[in-house]
């Protein structure tokens, strides 16, 4: 299949985990990483919408803050995590950058650009549910690494 994802054995991973999905060399010499940041196992479980929503929009923001390499941060449609392209932002150095991020979302009192202005949903969100999501992510910070089951 032409999608990465669509040749990963799903039911082999163990979520949650952070792993390189795909690795572009751009024209001018830039190298695109992308990242496939999985909150929930595949067909078990998933993340409610108004979390998801939150979660991307949090994350869009927040991690800029940390990095001008953040090109996009976007959903699965399955509900079970997100992509995240970088310019040549290699694990070593994505995987900090993530829980940082990840930490700032904890202490945030308003998810941006929750509005009708900035949003095409703007009454979709739950900071709530986005920060649970994000805590239990970050509790199994040192099985990032692990995507498939020893």
Same mark, same amino acid.
């Given at each position: 299949m032409n999608v990465e994802s669509f040749n990963?054995?799903?039911?082999?991973?163990?979520?949650?985990?952070?792993r390189v999905a795909d690795r572009k060399e751009l024209p001018g010499g830039d190298v695109l990483v992308k990242y496939d940041v999985r909150f929930t196992q595949p067909n078990v479980a998933h993340l409610?919408?108004?979390?998801?929503?939150?979660?991307?929009?949090? =994350?869009?923001?927040?991690?800029?803050?940390?990095?001008?390499?953040?090109? %996009? &941060?976007? $959903?699965?449609?399955? /509900? =079970?995590?997100?992509?995240?392209?970088?310019?040549?932002?290699?694990?070593? %150095? &994505?995987? $900090?950058?993530?829980? /940082? =991020?990840?930490r700032d979302i904890l202490s945030a009192t308003s998810v941006p650009a929750a509005n009708e202005v900035q949003c095409g949903w703007g009454a979709h969100h739950s900071l709530e549910g986005a920060q649970e999501a994000v805590r239990d992510f970050l509790s199994h910070r040192a099985e990032w690494e692990d995507v498939t089951a020893s």
């Open positions: 990963l054995d799903h039911r082999t991973v163990v979520a949650p985990y952070v409610e919408m108004p979390a998801v929503h939150s979660i991307e929009h949090l =994350t869009a923001e927040l991690m800029r803050n940390h990095t001008d390499r953040l090109v %996009d &941060f976007s $959903p699965m449609g399955c /509900q =079970t995590g997100f992509y995240a392209l970088v310019l040549g932002v290699e694990t070593e %150095d &994505f995987l $900090p950058l993530l829980e /940082q =991020t990840f």
